[in-house]
């Protein structure tokens, strides 16, 4: 039996588990007490991501997240999943459910990022961001949908302060961020009162996509791009998304928001 205003007993998916911020938000999950499938792929079909290859390795760096897990007394589960694919979205919601039974959270958190004016952008490019930042929680959202609605659960979304803005060279990452909370909203109407369904806009956070693809777009240090940008002065951790995760898991009236998580980057308009 799952306490509604808890996490204790309740089952919690997080795509794309195996990177830096799912980690994050999958380790709060734990400690809040919910058992979590972590869910993420090795190897893509396209090198059109921060990691510039196939091999990815998010399902590897997502088994080396149960031991942490297991240490917070909770069930830790690793799904190979591209989120691209339709047949192994519905697999891995089966998998939960024969090994779980339930499914109490959707944490869509799966997503890539590449730099590239759209004049210059192959058709490929685009297509790989959009697919895998919007049409990946598409798939995911419809498959739990059905055991959400039973448990009455919720679905967290990773959005970006990307789906705020607009940023040059980011033409695609932005519209895929905007589709995220566009889908949140919308969402959140069609499975009210059954399900809330929210989204986390992280800011600057140490991970590869801020390493190796934005930081030489912008032409700065990562340290100098916090200095300038951040009225806190310091970056954004992957445990402070997952603080705002179990938030918006465990409390009930809370639905179609979306909330910033930047030091007061987008308040930095001078």
Known sequence: MV???TLDGAVSIVTGGGGDIGGGIATELAAAGS?????DVDIMETEYNQKSSA???GATRARELVDRIESEDQRAHV???????????????DEVIDEFSRIDVLV???GVITATPVEEM????????MDVNAKGMFLAARAAIPHLRESEGTIINTASIAGEIGAAGL?????????VLGLTKSLSLELAPDVTVNAICPGIVETPMWEDVLTPEIGESYDETIDRAIPMGR??????????????????NVTGQSVVVDGGILQNVL
Not at 79 to 93: F, G, L, S
Not at 235 to 252: S, W
């Open 122 to 129: 192959a058709e490929a490019e685009w297509e790989t961001v």
């Open 171 to 179: 033409a695609h990452y932005c519209a895929s961020k905007h589709a």
């Open 79 to 93: 799904v190979d999943c591209d989120v691209t694919k339709a047949a192994q979205i519905d697999a891995m919601v």
């Open 235 to 252: 970056d954004q951790t992957p445990e402070d998304m997952g603080r705002l995760a179990v938030f918006f898991a465990e409390n009930r």
């Open 3 to 5: 306490d509604k205003n």
């Open 108 to 110: 869509n958190n799966a």
């Open 55 to 57: 091999e990815i390795g």
């Open 35 to 39: 058992d979590v499938v972590i869910a």
